[in-house]
């Protein structure tokens, strides 16, 4: 069974631009959760997506955005980068959703770096 | 402020020493998780506890939920570098008639030298 891919892996880009990001989950799971983790934060939540649509959002401003698509892939947009916004963002997909305590399968992430 | 605070920060240790995690929190959860996180890789779920007193262990790793399910412990007995990696707990915190988000602590680094 494949495992929940993340695209892509790295990533660089300057302040003011956007940028997209990609996640595959695993087959049959129907939610989606993005994460944004650094090292003074840890792991922080951005958002889920459940059968295309926004079950759950964390505390990040407007700038950060995603969507699900029918085949329960999602996107993860950021436009207007800040240097703060240099994190790694995880993906995890899951059966249910982590807010009904159902396991996170997590991708190995993009890595941003904002200059 | 973090509702999950874990202890110690980083840990470095020999191969063969035992060590134990802490998870804490005034919060109430309905479950708790514990996740590995190895260099380049996404965390990687080692457990769930979801209730008050539960014990579980996976081979070396012991974890404990606390009575009022407050807090949560992991123990590795003789570490091994394979140990190596950023242990999470993640809790569901119990709410009222709010949503529920997972929400994760900042991690325990641990290094265990050959």
């Known amino acids: 069974k494949a495992g929940v891919t993340q695209t892509p892996r790295y990533l660089i880009k300057t302040r003011g631009q956007q940028v997209t990001l990609s996640c595959s989950p695993i087959s049959g799971h129907r939610s989606v959760s993005w994460y944004q983790q650094t090292p003074g934060q840890g792991l922080q939540f951005l958002f889920e997506y459940f059968s295309e649509t926004q079950r759950n959002k964390g505390n990040f401003p407007g700038r950060f955005s995603g969507r699900q698509f029918s085949n329960s892939r999602s996107e993860m947009n950021v436009s207007t980068l800040e240097l703060g916004d240099s994190a790694l963002y995880l993906c995890?997909?899951?059966?249910?959703?982590?807010?009904?305590?159902?396991?996170?399968?997590f991708g190995n992430g993009t890595r941003l770096t904002v200059t | 402020t973090q509702l999950l605070e874990q202890s110690p920060q980083f840990l470095s240790i020999q191969e063969g020493e035992n060590l134990t995690v802490y998870c804490n929190s005034s919060s109430v959860f309905s479950s708790l998780q514990w996740y590995r996180q190895e260099p380049g890789e996404g965390p990687v779920l080692l457990v769930t506890v979801v209730t008050g007193g539960e014990v579980k262990k996976l081979k070396r790793l012991t974890f404990q939920f606390g009575d009022a399910r407050k807090d949560s412990s992991l123990h590795i007995t003789a570490a091994q570098p394979g140990d190596t990696g950023l242990y999470l707990c993640a809790g569901l915190p119990i709410t009222q008639g709010g949503s529920e988000k997972l929400v994760f602590g900042k991690g325990t680094k641990l290094t265990v030298n050959p």
């Open positions: 995890a997909s899951s059966l249910a959703g982590g807010a009904m305590g159902s396991p996170l399968h």
